[in-house]
């Protein structure tokens, strides 16, 4: 492990990514321990921008969830030092399709909700203490709670879906982030998953307002509905199967409940198979997620895929906000709402 901050010998413009470490937990008091050596060799402004980094750590360290690591590189004078981060992220777990597939399968035959409403789903989906892990960790973390929220009162409750009754696209992720949706009580709000999200939403015109930050912001959306196939926050953002299974029924009973509903936006492989599965597309072989992948279901509704808006995947590059625009814009084209 310690290997990966170690000084290296010069090597010019070395550039290495470093993908699947530990956690947050493991990483961060290495670099605490590191940034004394490396200023020696650090240019002034590299410095501040490894504090910059290192504050964004302690201030984010959920030590639940991880996990991006942004090696940085220096050129000169050598000896090259590269210094490994760990970001907190609200990545999807890394299920494979096949595996969630065949659980979620099995999960949608397991009950079937009789709500005749979004609001009484609502009220039944808060209440919820199905799964005892998640209760667990949802409540602990709403008492520790982060020092960046230390005066809050966290929601530390199983998270409804949010939206137009009348919608005809919707936004499906997988689960609400222990300091996000898990402390607002509402989908991707108070978090920059969600500042990315929601900001996309209103340049598309399906939300009222650019920022998400609270349940009494004023947010209203606007033929669209954001949801996610999990309700509790897990342990490093990462549900167990039979957690997701024992969950899917609500996602199912919103699709059926939202009866305009045309087109479902799956935030990341994860959603897109729930989706597939939930709305008992049967194709062969199953579709595969990918950013801007379009299948159409026998009713005419279309999946259509997105990089999941992760601080991981936005941090990369790997999902820019024209990228996600240019999804959005899709879904209304598809959904016969008129182009912005
Ligand atoms: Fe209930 Fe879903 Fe939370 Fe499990 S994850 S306790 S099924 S709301």
Known sequence: MTSAVALLPATPYLVTVVEKLSTVLIWLPMIVVQLPIEFRCLTRLVARMLLQIALELLLDASLEKFEITVPIAFAAPPPVGVVVFAFVSEQPPRVSASRAAGSIERACTQESLRESTLASLTDRVVECRACPRLVAWRERVARERRAAYAGESYWGRPVPGFGDPGARIMLLGLAP???GANRTGRMFTGD??????????WRAGL?????????DD????????VTAAVRCAPPANRPLPAERDRCLPFARREIELLEELRVIVCLGAFAWDAALVLLEARHRPRPRFGHGAELVLAD?????????PSQQNTFTGRLTAP????VLARARALAGLPAR
């Open 177 to 179: 982030a222990a300091h």
């Open 192 to 201: 920059r998953s969600g500042e990315f999200l929601y900001a996309a939403l």
């Open 207 to 215: 939300a009222s307002q650019p920022t998400s930050v609270g349940r």
């Open 218 to 225: 004023g947010l209203e959306l606007r033929g669209c509905y």
């Open 300 to 308: 005419d509704r279309v999946l259509l895929g997105s990089y999941h």
């Open 323 to 326: 990228m996600l625009d240019a």
